[in-house]
């Protein structure tokens, strides 16, 4: 089923409170503290101009499918077809700015579509893009 962007992406404006108490949790929680560390990277950016020559922009952009395929090995699957496992789960749809996770056929049929620029862009960000910007994190406590 296609969808437009509007029904996919969504904002996400400022990360919740955290608080170490008894609530209800999914178990990726974790992600908030993940989430925190992309935006101090400026990794959805970076991802950006590493696709920014290509032309053709699907629904899911580039940088939200590499984005995706992070998210997916941070949290512990190494096979595409596992993000059924989370796809419901409010987190991972928030870390990704998405209101629906691409099915797997998407992911793979939109990576296909690189080229090799975008994968040396993506290679050199990658090897040289985070070896500078190491600086400490400090969480509203």
């Known amino acids: 089923m ?4 509007a029904e996919v992406h969504c904002k996400t404006h400022s990360l919740p409170v955290l608080r170490f108490e008894d609530s209800q949790l999914t178990s ?3 992600l908030i503290l993940i989430q ?3 935006v101090r990277l400026g990794l959805k ?6 696709f920014s020559h290509l032309t053709v922009s699907p629904i899911f952009g580039y940088p939200t499918l590499v ?3 992070v998210v997916h090995l941070l949290l512990g699957y190494r096979q595409l077809r596992d993000i059924r496992y989370y796809a419901d789960d409010p987190l991972v749809k928030r870390i990704l700015g998405l209101r629906r996770l691409p099915d797997v056929a998407t992911v793979s049929r939109a990576l296909a579509g690189a080229d090799q620029e975008s994968v040396r862009r993506l290679q050199g960000l990658l090897r040289d893009g985070f070896s500078h910007d190491w600086r400490p994190l400090s969480f509203p406590g």
């Open 2 to 5: 296609k969808c437009s962007r």
């Open 36 to 38: 925190e560390l992309f």
């Open 67 to 69: 984005l995706c395929l």
């Open 45 to 50: 950016e970076r991802l950006r101009r590493c």
């Open 28 to 30: 990726y929680s974790g």
